[in-house]
């Protein structure tokens, strides 16, 4: 669950902006604000339902752009390198394996942003 929110957090800092106000909105008193259902609806004058229709349709645009665009996979590729670069920075030593797994590194890196 914590996963799912998590993806969905950076998936609208990346999409967000593509998304109508109105999806904007509610996406982040839902997800930021940790407004209920109830408490948006009644914001908007709308019911419980129709919200729960328009945070899942907002998620839903946010995915389909993902899976066109792939900032978030990429954004993760990411992460996952760098975390992997810095873990071995911090070792005490470095040995001539761990010279050549960080040159491998940023060379993953150069040619993932060059796709």
Known sequence: ?????????????????LLTGRQQEVLR??????????????????????????????VAAMEALESKLGLYSRFQYQQERLMEADQILSRPVLQEEDLA??????????????Q
Do not use: C, T, W
């Open 1 to 17: 669950m914590l996963d799912q929110l998590n993806r969905v957090n950076l998936l609208y800092d990346i999409y967000g902006p």
């Open 29 to 58: 008193l839902y997800f930021s604000d940790n407004l209920s259902l109830g408490e948006i609806a009644a914001e908007y004058g709308i019911s419980r339902q129709a919200v729960h229709d328009l945070i899942r349709r907002a």
């Open 101 to 114: 797994r960080l040159r491998q590194l940023v060379r993953e890196l150069r040619l993932k942003n060059e």
